[in-house]
């Protein structure tokens, strides 16, 4: 998954710009507009002006940027509704690949001076340079915040087999000119299984059908609570696909959640077209909650895009907000980024924070 995904001469992430939107693969909240991007830009906004913090300096860190119209979206309102905030702003973007720091930089050319590219010093492979640098940075006293991002970590798929009462992984192999999968004896899979859903009662295990599959992504786990440990002071938050950790032992999740797509419909064999089409799977929630607290953190709320979304509206259409003009095309895209036959219940939120 890693090297369809991120390999710098074939990966999917790495051969294209445009992979969102109506041009590509699938749709994201920023691919619906502008809005998107100004809802997070009014509540950043509102959360890094409640920072008590003797740094001169307020910060947001975006990971993974894709082509940076989101951080474009969220710079153009902050500069032109919260211009002293504004300048007293710093956005750092983590992002390891050297490709697509060069597209986010055409992107971004009006806000030279105000974004920092950074190699991801969070991730679970990041090199000692790499954490030097994000050291020299200075502390986060802010929001460190991904948009669709952890949902395309690599996993690992563990099934269940029944006879045994125990786990295996599902492994890749080369069979009759294509790739397969494969039963891989892996000492971990256990170990993994207790340490994303806890110890599951005998009851769900007799009840769970022979070759019952579901994921893991450890990377996820590391990324967040190592964003955790860099987080002086304010949010960290993520908005993107997932479940809490009893939703993936449902029944109509026997295959897991991994998924493939291309030109916007759902490929049946994520294993096909290496580099071609976009995988993706769902992020566990729970364990991203219990990294975060490990490391000092709060938990605000896990709630639907819709919800949070909708909350930062009401607020936004208060006379007073200063949030700017709504018209005809914010409302078509409000309608979009919340309706539940859209992008709001497939997507969730999760906010952490320190005071």
Known sequence: ?????????CGYYEKKPDTPGRRGDYYTSVSVGPLFGQLLAFRFAAWLERLRTPHPR???????????????????WLRTRRPELFARLDYRILEPSAQRRAWQGETLREFAAQVQWLPDPLAAGASETDAVQAGAAGPICGVIFSNELLDVFPVHRLGWDARQRR????????????FAWTRLETPDAEAW???????LPAALLDALPDGFTTEVCPDAVV???????RLQCGKLLTLD???EAREFL???????????????????????????QDLTAHVNFTALERAGESAGLKTEALLAQSQFLTAIAAEAWQPASGFGPWDAAAT????????PEHLGRAFRVLIQSRE
């Open 1 to 9: 998954m890693e090297l369809a995904l991120y390999c710098p001469l």
């Open 58 to 76: 307020l910060h947001i860190v975006e990971a993974g940027a894709h082509d940076g119209r989101l951080a474009r979206d969220i710079l153009t």
């Open 167 to 178: 786990w295996f992984e599902w492994g890749v192999t080369w069979r009759d000119g294509r």
């Open 193 to 199: 299984i207790a340490g994303f859903f806890g110890p």
């Open 223 to 229: 990324w967040w609570r190592r964003a955790a440990g």
């Open 241 to 243: 696909y997932g479940l």
């Open 250 to 276: 449902r029944p109509e999740r026997a295959h897991g959640t991994l998924r493939a797509y291309r030109r916007h419909q759902h490929a049946a064999d994520p294993l096909a077209d290496p580099g071609e």
């Open 332 to 339: 078509r895209q409000f309608q979009t980024l919340t309706h």
